[in-house]
């Protein structure tokens, strides 16, 4: 393994880490069942309860219409990308500003797309941050993988910060960090489906 740099910096708080991969590498990164996230992650991936391997060949993304059928490339259009590896089905269609998590799982709950009503939810932090792409900054969002993403702009996870009401964690697509902020804050939602479907 040639040219492998790796950082690691634990800032202010309990939970502040920052950590820099760098080199021609594939890992299997895995956390601990009760592990929590940091406060700020500036990567394209991070795990939270469940193990994810992500290799080169598991990157590319297959695309969907409504109607679960495939699709040429990028399409103006609604567009389902799903990745294989992780199960994981992010609808783009209308991403919206949101006033909170309420809303946002409102407007998760109301999908009804592939004929999978009730399987549509907020993404935990990990899983939006698969929408995150390493070799993108500024934008974080790879326009090829999904191409009506806004460019800028927050992602509501499924849960707010432990011990802090009304701060929630979101997932920053002009950057790529994620980090936590009010409840309230005017960000965006994007639903997406687990396969299985979580109960």
């Not at 992602?155 to 929630?168: E, F, H, Q």
């Not at 960090?177 to 687990?194: A, F, K, M, S, W």
Request: with cysteine; aromatic share 8%; charged share 20%.
């Amino acid at each position: 393994m040639s040219n492998l740099h790796i950082s690691v910096y634990k800032g202010e708080g309990d939970n502040a880490l920052s950590i820099s991969i760098s080199g021609d590498i594939a890992a299997a990164l895995t956390a601990p069942t009760a592990a929590a996230p940091p406060a700020q992650f500036g990567g394209g991936l991070l795990i939270e309860r469940a193990p994810v391997i992500l290799n080169p060949a598991d990157l590319p993304r297959r695309f969907l219409d409504a109607s679960g059928n495939m699709v040429e490339g990028g399409s103006s259009h609604h567009v389902i990308t799903h990745f294989d590896t992780a199960g994981l089905m992010f609808d783009i269609r209308a991403p919206r500003n949101v006033s909170s998590t309420a809303e946002a799982w409102q407007l998760a709950r109301e999908c009804d797309l592939l004929g999978r009503k009730g399987e549509w939810v907020v993404g935990k932090d990990w899983e939006n941050n698969l929408i995150i792409d390493r070799d993108f900054r500024e934008p974080a969002v790879n326009p090829q993988s999904f191409p009506n993403m806004p460019n800028q702009g927050l992602i509501y996870c499924d849960r707010g910060l432990k011990g802090s009401p009304g701060r929630v964690w979101f997932v920053d697509l002009h950057n790529g960090n994620v980090l936590c902020t009010n409840d309230d804050y005017n960000g965006l939602v994007v639903p997406c489906l687990r396969v299985p479907p979580r109960q």
